[in-house]
């Protein structure tokens, strides 16, 4: 595997990989979702997809419902408000990965999540989580979270990404466009993650 590509799969790879297998969520036929689309969220639609998932982004706009269908290959394209859409959508899913790493609410997405449906949080939020504990309670479900894995899960989540062709949509850039890499982040200009090129950046 190329180092470029190994590199991001370090963090957000292992970040969505390790709650799949600890909570045995790895076997086919699956119906997850993936809450917020950037950087850990595009490697769990690749992931969930290799393992033969279907997969339904959960955005709060459509802006990247091409992206997310076209390029990502996604099954289904869900925004958060269309409350038509989420109707639709509700007790259909496994598991939702929630990536979003700001506050909000919790009852909308866990309405989605079939009978033991599991919320796995993956996004650091400073502020208290807020929801109704009927909606958990009826169907018994789970809010639980994760973050990176063991030594053991990374090895084995890049052999599973080696062996089932999964990469992470990176951009190189050299050591003297760190700067700008990092003004493009806080604008959330990224898809999806920055790689720096040390060896071949000028660094006299």
């Given amino acids: 595997m190329a180092p470029e590509q190994a590199a991001p799969l370090l963090c957000a790879g292992v970040t969505v990989y390790s709650p799949l297998k600890h909570f045995g969520l790895t076997e086919p036929g699956l119906r997850g979702g993936i809450l917020g689309l950037g950087g850990v969220g595009h490697m769990g639609i690749k992931i969930a997809k290799a393992m ?4 339904t982004v959960i955005s709060s706009s459509n802006k990247k419902r091409a992206e997310a269908l076209e ?8 925004v958060s408000s269309d409350a038509a859409r989420m109707a639709a959508a509700a007790e259909t ?5 929630d990536t979003v790493p700001v506050f909000h609410p919790l009852e909308p997405y866990l309405s989605l999540l079939k009978l033991d449906g ?3 949080l993956n996004g650091v939020i400073n502020e208290p989580l807020k929801f109704l504990s009927p909606v958990v309670i009826l169907g ?3 809010i639980t979270g994760s973050f990176i894995g063991s030594m053991e899960e990374t090895q084995e989540m890049l052999d599973f990404c080696e062996e089932k062709g999964v ?3 990176i951009e190189m850039v050299k050591m003297d466009y760190v700067n700008k890499a990092l003004e493009r982040l806080e604008n959330n200009d990224v898809r999806y993650r920055f790689v720096v090129d040390v060896a071949g950046s000028d660094l006299d």
Avoid: E, N
């Fill in 167 to 169: 990469t992470s949509m």
């Fill in 93 to 97: 899913l496994d598991y939702i990965i």
């Fill in 118 to 120: 599991k919320i796995i």
């Fill in 140 to 142: 018994r479900k789970t």
């Fill in 71 to 78: 390029h990502l290959r996604a099954d289904a394209y869900v």
């Fill in 52 to 55: 033969g998932h279907h997969v």
